[in-house]
């Protein structure tokens, strides 16, 4: 075949026959290249001789059986993993055609499993009971605390027993508001036992959208704590349940039981708010259950858990993921993407409130029965050091962050990362936004010591997992590109009419068909579902994001192309932020652009207009920042706020964006045509306030 979903296959082989791809020792050659195309850094011999996956041909077998015989590739894979009973014909059906009726994607349908069980249970009976699963590092250097993984199934089979005997059942869903305290992958590992539905809120959004998801999903309980430090700063988490559980009550949803941790080294019980009846301290009940508790056994295709991400309205988007494909895809894109080994140590900055928290901290890893590193606090506290002491501290071998936090640290200087030895680390992993080639660079030579490939993994919370990304040792990566397909994942590129692009080209990133972790719908609207991933670009998912494959094959993500702002690496719909910013009672109307941010990748820029007669001043200002922080959370809070007297709009009131997104980069001669504009002088007046 020569469909294009080959086509990287053939590049490979290309690059290998011409003697392009073999084991020279990593360099990073030179930066006289004609383009960043051409640069390659290849993994070190001895890496790619002791990689799972060691050379592109090896991939190359993989792969073209992934595609080929999906059912098979899979099923050999899932067979790893406890089934209580194996799943059914065929191992998968979908449709992917909204043409052709609803979309619906189904694996391993039939199968009865628990993932609990198969991150938990499995590995302690094969002889990993007493090995670490969990290193906790708290916010403040010092101590540190640990769970084998018997102990881990232990404290999680005391909290599946609590809830249960609170009523929660198999389908009931559960929101969890709790910071990386060993509590949270606990709490989601105890919904997951009984088949509760977890759904983790981001500790860092406010009470207001943490009403908005309890309202959508309607939990029997909110799990949370009291408080918690990051850095020197105590933020007080229950408050921001308490307020939110008001709020959603307006609605009508009430939620009587609020399970809280006592955060013990951020506030003592008796500064906490309380409300009787309903609050319940979390060390005072949970301990008391018995430390063995049965599985619920679900089928594969049952609910696992929802995750709420930003889309271009103003709502959240409710992604459901269901237990058998999930379970597979992450367990093996972890394994693959990082070449794990289990003598490693791996630490993933990101937080469960997130998916790479949900796919990478917790489930991919435990259920290869790795040892993680959980860390509570901020990465540059109590200096920008703080990262190397704790790799060092636990001899982390697979270190896994974001691009924000690789440019954070470059500005902050090498020293504070030479300071340390790093000896232990062997593999580097990215996520959340494109990763600039010099930020790559000062990772692989600075951090990595130039002797750690980096994994630089191009997925989405729809995805479940890894998608396009590196298989280090297995062929030479170029700084900034996400390389090729992951086993089983068919990419293409299509232009604006959905046709596919084969060979040197950009335009739009689609996926041609499913793959086990995919998303299954948006809870309760299926319809929106089907509107924004599948109706775009017929006969494929649409991910939202531009992309570029080059003469060699590998792809290179180029960002959002809907109404998404990326802002280290946390998606923020601009319509969200419009919306909390017309909520000001000053505010008439809104847009939001992203700008280019030297150190968040992306920053938000705001025009507003404002109630007539009401003067634009600094107080005001600060107070629509405040509102936003209000209504969505600190890391949507906009970088600039750009008074405009009139917004540019179309003549049947179309507000064009191509045309703030110019004035917010400053790049004021690439304005284009303002000829359409309702009124043309709006944008010289918008110059004009421009540094105000
Ligand atoms: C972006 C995070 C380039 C992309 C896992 C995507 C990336 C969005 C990469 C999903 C990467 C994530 N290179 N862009 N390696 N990883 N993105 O749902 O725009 O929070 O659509 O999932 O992040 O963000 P989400």
Same mark, same amino acid.
């Given at each position: 075949?020569?469909?294009?979903?080959?086509?990287?296959?053939?590049?490979?082989?290309?690059?290998?026959?011409?003697?392009?791809?073999?084991?020279?020792?990593?360099?990073?050659?030179?930066?006289?290249?004609?383009?960043?195309?051409?640069?390659?850094?290849?993994?070190?011999?001895?890496?790619?001789?002791?990689?799972?996956?060691?050379?592109?041909?090896?991939?190359?077998?993989?792969?073209? &059986?992934?595609?080929?015989?999906?059912?098979?590739?899979?099923?050999?894979?899932?067979?790893?993993?406890?089934?209580?009973?194996?799943?059914?014909?065929?191992?998968?059906?979908?449709?992917?055609?909204?043409?052709?009726?609803?979309?619906?994607?189904?694996?391993?349908?039939?199968?009865?499993?628990?993932?609990?069980?198969?991150?938990?249970?499995?590995?302690?009976?094969?002889?990993?009971?007493?090995?670490?699963?969990?290193?906790?590092?708290?916010?403040?250097?010092?101590?540190?605390?640990?769970?084998?993984?018997?102990?881990?199934?232990?404290?999680?089979?005391?909290?599946?027993?609590?809830?249960?005997?609170?009523?929660?059942?198999?389908?009931?869903?559960?929101?969890?508001?709790?910071?990386?305290?060993?509590?949270?992958?606990?709490?989601?590992?105890?919904?997951?036992?009984?088949?509760?539905?977890?759904?983790?809120?981001?500790?860092?959004?406010?009470?207001?959208?943490?009403?908005?998801?309890?309202?959508?999903?309607?939990?029997?309980?909110?799990?949370?704590?009291?408080?918690?430090?990051?850095?020197?700063?105590?933020?007080?988490?229950?408050?921001?349940?308490?307020?939110?559980?008001?709020?959603?009550?307006?609605?009508?949803?009430?939620?009587?039981?609020?399970?809280?941790?006592?955060?013990?080294?951020?506030?003592?019980?008796?500064?906490?708010?309380? &409300?009787?009846?309903?609050?319940?301290?979390?060390?005072?009940?949970?301990?008391?259950?018995?430390?063995?508790?049965?599985?619920?056994?679900?089928?594969?295709?049952?609910?696992?858990?929802?995750?709420?991400?930003?889309?271009?309205?103003?709502?959240?988007?409710?992604?459901?993921?269901?237990?058998?494909?999930?379970?597979?895809?992450?367990?093996?894109?972890?394994?693959?993407?990082?070449?794990?080994?289990?003598?490693?140590?791996?630490?993933?900055?990101?937080?469960?409130?997130?998916?790479? %928290?949900?796919?990478?901290?917790?489930?991919?890893?435990?259920?290869?029965?790795?040892?993680?590193?959980?860390?509570?606090?901020?990465?540059?506290?109590?200096?920008?050091?703080?990262?190397?002491?704790?790799?060092?501290?636990?001899?982390?071998?697979?270190?896994?962050?974001?691009?924000?936090?690789?440019?954070?640290?470059?500005?902050?200087?090498?020293?504070?990362?030479? &300071?340390?030895?790093?000896?232990?680390?062997?593999?580097?992993?990215?996520?959340?936004?494109?990763?600039?080639?010099?930020?790559?660079?000062?990772?692989?030579?600075?951090?990595?010591?130039?002797?750690?490939?980096?994994?630089?993994?191009?997925?989405?919370?729809?995805?479940?997992?890894?998608?396009?990304?590196?298989?280090?040792?297995?062929?030479?990566?170029?700084?900034?590109?996400?390389?090729?397909?992951?086993?089983?994942?068919?990419?293409?590129?299509?232009?604006?009419? %959905?046709?596919?692009?084969?060979?040197?080209?950009?335009?739009?990133?689609?996926?041609?068909?499913?793959?086990?972790?995919?998303?299954?719908?948006?809870?309760?609207?299926?319809? &929106?579902?089907?509107?924004?991933?599948?109706?775009?670009?017929? %006969?494929?998912?649409?991910?939202?994001?531009?992309?570029?494959?080059?003469?060699?094959?590998?792809?290179?993500?180029?960002?959002?192309?809907?109404?998404?702002?990326?802002?280290?690496?946390?998606?923020?719909?601009?319509?969200?932020?419009?919306?909390?910013?017309?909520?000001?009672?000053?505010?008439?109307?809104?847009?939001?652009?992203?700008?280019?941010?030297?150190?968040?990748?992306?920053?938000?820029?705001?025009?507003?207009?404002?109630?007539?007669?009401?003067?634009?001043?600094?107080?005001?200002?600060?107070?629509?920042?405040?509102?936003?922080?209000?209504?969505?959370?600190?890391?949507?809070?906009?970088?600039?706020?750009?008074?405009?007297?009139?917004?540019?709009?179309?003549?049947?009131?179309?507000?064009?964006?191509?045309?703030?997104?110019?004035?917010?980069?400053?790049?004021?001669?690439?304005?284009?045509?303002?000829?359409?504009?309702?009124?043309?002088?709006?944008?010289?007046?918008?110059?004009?306030?421009?540094?105000?």
């Amino acid at each position: 075949t020569t469909t294009s979903h080959f086509s990287h296959v053939e590049s490979i082989s290309k690059l290998s026959a011409a003697g392009k791809i073999s084991g020279v020792n990593a360099v990073v050659l030179g930066e006289a290249l004609a383009s960043e195309e051409d640069e390659l850094v290849f993994p070190n011999d001895e890496f790619s001789r002791q990689a799972l996956v060691p050379s592109p041909k090896k991939y190359l077998e993989m792969y073209k &059986r992934s595609v080929e015989d999906p059912a098979g590739f899979w099923s050999d894979i899932a067979s790893q993993f406890y089934w209580k009973q194996k799943w059914g014909r065929p191992v998968f059906s979908e449709n992917f055609d909204v043409r052709k009726g609803n979309v619906k994607i189904e694996w391993f349908k039939g199968g009865i499993t628990n993932i609990c069980y198969n991150c938990l249970d499995r590995n302690v009976e094969s002889g990993n009971a007493d090995k670490i699963a969990i290193y906790w590092e708290p916010n403040d250097p010092g101590s540190q605390d640990s769970l084998t993984y018997f102990q881990l199934l232990q404290r999680v089979c005391q909290l599946a027993n609590y809830l249960k005997d609170k009523g929660v059942k198999k389908g009931d869903a559960v929101v969890i508001y709790l910071p990386m305290i060993m509590e949270l992958p606990i709490a989601m590992l105890a919904c997951a036992r009984i088949g509760a539905v977890h759904s983790v809120v981001f500790a860092g959004f406010s009470a207001e959208s943490l009403a908005q998801r309890i309202v959508d999903c309607k939990p029997k309980v909110v799990l949370t704590c009291n408080a918690v430090k990051r850095g020197s700063k105590v933020i007080t988490l229950k408050e921001i349940v308490d307020a939110a559980l008001v709020e959603s009550a307006k609605s009508g949803i009430l939620v009587d039981l609020c399970l809280t941790y006592e955060n013990k080294s951020a506030m003592k019980r008796e500064s906490t708010k309380w &409300r009787e009846g309903r609050d319940v301290w979390w060390q005072d009940v949970v301990p008391k259950y018995p430390t063995t508790c049965e599985v619920e056994w679900v089928d594969a295709e049952d609910p696992l858990f929802l995750l709420y991400t930003s889309g271009s309205t103003g709502k959240p988007k409710g992604v459901l993921h269901t237990t058998g494909g999930y379970m597979v895809y992450t367990a093996t894109t972890f394994k693959y993407a990082f070449d794990y080994k289990p003598s490693d140590i791996y630490w993933c900055t990101a937080d469960c409130g997130w998916i790479t %928290g949900h796919s990478y901290v917790t489930y991919g890893p435990l259920l290869n029965g790795a040892t993680i590193v959980v860390f509570e606090g901020a990465p540059n506290y109590p200096d920008s050091g703080r990262c190397w002491d704790i790799v060092d501290k636990f001899k982390v071998t697979i270190f896994y962050t974001a691009p924000t936090l690789v440019r954070s640290l470059m500005r902050d200087g090498d020293e504070y990362v030479t &300071r340390y030895p790093r000896k232990s680390l062997r593999v580097l992993g990215s996520v959340g936004e494109p990763i600039n080639p010099s930020a790559w660079r000062w990772f692989f030579n600075v951090v990595g010591g130039s002797r750690c490939p980096i994994s630089d993994t191009w997925w989405q919370t729809e995805t479940g997992g890894f998608m396009i990304t590196p298989l280090p040792g297995a062929w030479p990566q170029k700084p900034g590109s996400a390389t090729f397909p992951f086993f089983g994942v068919q990419p293409v590129i299509v232009d604006e009419k %959905g046709a596919e692009i084969e060979g040197e080209c950009s335009g739009y990133l689609c996926v041609k068909s499913s793959w086990p972790g995919a998303f299954r719908t948006l809870y309760g609207d299926h319809e &929106r579902y089907e509107t924004t991933y599948f109706k775009p670009f017929p %006969g494929y998912y649409f991910s939202g994001d531009g992309c570029r494959r080059d003469k060699d094959g590998y792809y290179w993500l180029t960002g959002r192309v809907d109404d998404v702002i990326n802002v280290s690496g946390h998606r923020i719909g601009t319509a969200e932020v419009e919306s909390a910013l017309v909520s000001h009672p000053q505010c008439a109307e809104a847009a939001v652009v992203g700008i280019e941010h030297e150190v968040k990748g992306q920053g938000i820029y705001a025009f507003v207009t404002l109630v007539d007669g009401v003067p634009y001043s600094d107080e005001l200002r600060k107070s629509l920042i405040h509102k936003v922080r209000n209504q969505i959370g600190a890391f949507a809070a906009p970088d600039k706020v750009h008074w405009a007297p009139g917004l540019p709009k179309t003549r049947s009131g179309k507000i064009m964006r191509r045309i703030l997104r110019k004035i917010a980069s400053r790049q004021l001669n690439e304005l284009g045509d303002t000829s359409t504009l309702a009124d043309p002088n709006v944008v010289e007046q918008l110059i004009a306030l421009a540094d105000r």
